[in-house]
């Protein structure tokens, strides 16, 4: 069964840094593309990147909103991704959630972890 | 930037068929996918590359793809199928877009 753990979240004040970590279970870590969603309280699904596997040179693509400030990673070895955010904004805060997509060769998010709230507050 | 549009909610009675619709752009040269999501919980995905039903996702929900709007439909509407409902698709290969959701409520 696939299971995907998001951990990491928090308080933390604007222009601070937080990282969030994605740790998986149930399949074969390295072999998927891992992404990042977040939703602000009471707002909609907003996607924030995603890093492909090591077959594909472990490249990142990011949302407009984030890129130069958020930073994907990730270590096959503990089949663990990472979401490195640092110059937070209030607008920032959010639920994030990591996603692996189904398998096939069409990327669609199928699995999704419960969530970390990450509140960016003075 | 490539945009999703969505009704911001849409109402059935229990037992009847609900439509919601995802406009943009020539929408029906992309797949698109349906997530569920109910208050409190994390998005189930509901339908992908517009049609297909992952396992476990009743047969009540169907979807279809053609020219600039996608459409989720949900036979027999039941009272556990009031959530958010959310259309994404893929603008250009590398950036992931939804639309801004549809709140179902059965009633």
């Known amino acids: 069964e696939v299971q995907l753990v998001e951990s990491g979240g928090g308080l933390v004040q604007p222009g601070r840094s937080l990282r969030l970590s994605c740790t998986a279970s149930g399949f074969t870590f390295g072999d998927y593309v891992m992404s990042w969603f977040r939703q602000a309280p009471g707002k909609g699904l907003e996607w924030v990147g995603f890093i492909r596997g090591k077959a594909y040179g472990g490249t990142t693509e990011y949302a407009a909103s984030v890129k130069g400030r958020f930073t994907i990673s990730r270590d096959d070895s503990k089949s663990i991704a990472y979401l490195q955010m640092n110059s937070l904004k209030t607008e920032d805060t959010a639920v994030y959630y990591c996603?692996?997509?189904?398998?096939?060769?069409?990327?669609?998010?199928?699995?999704w972890g419960q969530g970390t709230l990450v509140t960016v507050s003075s | 930037s490539y945009e999703l549009t969505q009704p911001p909610s849409v109402s059935v009675s229990p037992g009847q068929t609900a439509s919601i619709t995802c406009s943009g752009d020539?929408?029906?040269?992309?797949?698109v996918c349906w997530f569920q999501q109910k208050s409190g919980q994390s998005p189930v995905l509901v339908i992908y590359q517009d049609s297909k039903r992952p396992s476990g996702i009743p047969e009540r929900f169907s979807g279809s793809n053609s020219g600039n709007t996608a459409t989720l439909t949900i036979s027999g509407t039941q009272a556990m199928d009031e959530a958010d409902y959310y259309c994404q698709a893929w603008d250009s290969n590398t950036h992931v877009v939804f639309g801004g959701g549809t709140k179902l409520t059965v009633l």
């Open positions: 996603t692996r997509p189904g398998s096939g060769w069409y990327m669609y998010f199928q699995h």
């Open positions: 020539k929408l029906g040269d992309k797949y």
